[in-house]
T-cell receptor, first 110, second 116 residues
Framework: KQEVTQIPAALSVPEGENLVLNCSFT??????LQWFRQDPGKGLTSLLLIQSSQREQTSGRLNASLDKSSGRSTLYIAASQPGDSATYLCAVQDNNDMRFGAGTRLTVKP | DAGVIQSPRHEVTEMGQEVTLRCKPI?????LFWYRQTMMRGLELLIY????????DSGMPEDRFSAKMPNASFSTLKIQPSEPRDSAVYFC??????????????FGPGTRLTVL
């Protein structure tokens, strides 16, 4: 059974800092990995989708990498802003279903 | 496109009452998913449909839960009778594909259910 772990559970950084969020999964037989953002009381917003054949995806200040063999993905946020404060979840799609990590709660202080 | 639409956004009910949650997927998406999010268990897949047909309902917690998709633009998740432990946020999501590299899921805003 696929298990997805996100570390750290919470992170607080000053504005302008670059940061990395980590996601690990136990079964490397995946179709893709997706990073989401969730604001308090809101739904999930898709940030980046990395297909199993890809190594990374970029969107603006966000860069996500995927290392299937080691079961790891990172989400890099450059020049963080207070508006980036949210919970970030990674989700892995395998042959059974999509499994989510518990998320990293990010706070960017002005 | 307006994205995935869910209603109601909030629902407060008493134990034993029937609850119906509604979802309209993104037009053209063949797959629809129902998830439940709680602090204790995070996000869990309950059931998903392909072309209106339920494919995998192994995540449905018990017989009190049922889901239907009568057409491509509408789905319901029903809980009867509801219990306090059903209190959670229920999300609907849709995608063009499932179980493929191209499966990108788009989520609705969720329904926050409180059962007293």
């Amino acid at each position: 059974k696929q298990e997805v772990t996100q570390i750290p559970a919470a992170l607080s950084v000053p504005e302008g800092e670059n940061l990395v969020l980590n996601c690990s999964f136990t079964d490397s037989a995946i179709y893709n990995l997706q990073w989401f953002r969730q604001d308090p009381g809101k739904g999930l917003t898709s940030l980046l989708l990395i297909q199993s054949s890809q190594r990374e995806q970029t969107s603006g200040r966000l860069n996500a990498s995927l290392d299937k063999s080691s079961g790891r993905s990172t989400l890099y946020i450059a020049a963080s802003q207070p508006g980036d404060s949210a919970t970030y979840l990674c989700a892995v799609q395998d042959n059974n279903d999509m499994r989510f990590g518990a998320g990293t709660r990010l706070t960017v202080k002005p | 496109d307006a994205g995935v639409i869910q209603s109601p956004r909030h629902e407060v009910t008493e134990m034993g009452q029937e609850v119906t949650l509604r979802c309209k997927p993104i037009s053209g998406h063949d797959y629809l998913f129902w998830y439940r999010q709680t602090m204790m268990r995070g996000l869990e897949l309950l059931i998903y449909f392909n072309n209106n047909v339920p494919i995998d309902d192994s995540g449905m917690p018990e017989d009190r839960f049922s889901a239907k998709m009568p057409n491509a633009s509408f789905s319901t998740l029903k809980i009867q009778p509801s219990e306090p432990r059903d209190s959670a946020v229920y999300f609907c999501a849709s995608s063009l594909e499932a179980r493929s590299s191209y499966n990108e899921q788009f989520f609705g805003p969720g329904t926050r259910l409180t059962v007293l």
